[in-house]
C-alpha cells in the first residue's frame, strides 16, 4: 500500500504477528501537525527472573518534524516483547531510542506496569535519534 508517497508493507494486509525496529514504518506528518501520542495497555514482557508475564500501559510522545510512526508497525513491534525477559525501566529506554531513531526526532515513553506483588512501576525515557 502506499499512503503519502510512502510505500508500506503492514497497513492494510495480512501481516506478521512481530516486527523487529528496524522495521518500524513512517509516513510524512500532514502539514500543521505539532504533536503525536500513542496510548495503549497493549504491550506485554517477561519478568527476566521469574518469567511471569509483566503488563504495561504505554504512552508515547514526539513532536513530529517530517515523518510519523505508522500505528500498525508500532502494534507489531509491541508485540515483539511478549516473550522478551526485561525489567521495565530497560524495556522504557529501548522502546523510547528505538522508536526516535524511526521517526528522527526525541520520542518520550512512559510505561506503567501492572501491580505484581503489590507494586506497580512507571518507567519514563526520552529517546534520541
Known amino acids: ?14 501481516s506478521p504477528p512481530v ?3 528496524d ?6 506528518a500532514p502539514a500543521g501537525l505539532v504533536r ?3 496510548e495503549g495497555g497493549e504491550l506485554t514482557a517477561l519478568c527476566p527472573v521469574t518469567g511471569a508475564p509483566d503488563i504495561y ?9 517530517g515523518s510519523i510512526l505508522e500505528s500498525k508497525s508500532v502494534k507489531l513491534y509491541f508485540n515483539s516483547w511478549r516473550d522478551t525477559g526485561v525489567f521495565c525501566e ?5 522502546l523510547a531510542d528505538d522508536l526516535a531513531k524511526a521517526v528522527q526526532v526525541p520520542v ?4 506503567v506496569q501492572q ?6 512501576i512507571t518507567a519514563t525515557a526520552i529517546g534520541a535519534p
Open 23 to 28: 522495521e518500524l514504518e513512517t509516513v510524512e
Open 57 to 65: 500501559h504505554v504512552h508515547l510522545d514526539y513532536f513530529p518534524e
Open 1 to 14: 500500500m502506499t499512503v503519502q508517497g510512502t510505500k508500506l508493507n503492514f497497513l492494510g494486509k495480512v
Open 108 to 111: 518520550t515513553v512512559t510505561l
Open 90 to 94: 530497560r524495556l522504557a529506554t529501548v
Open 19 to 21: 516486527i523487529g525496529a
Open 36 to 38: 503525536v501520542e500513542f
Open 115 to 120: 501491580p505484581r506483588g503489590g507494586l506497580s
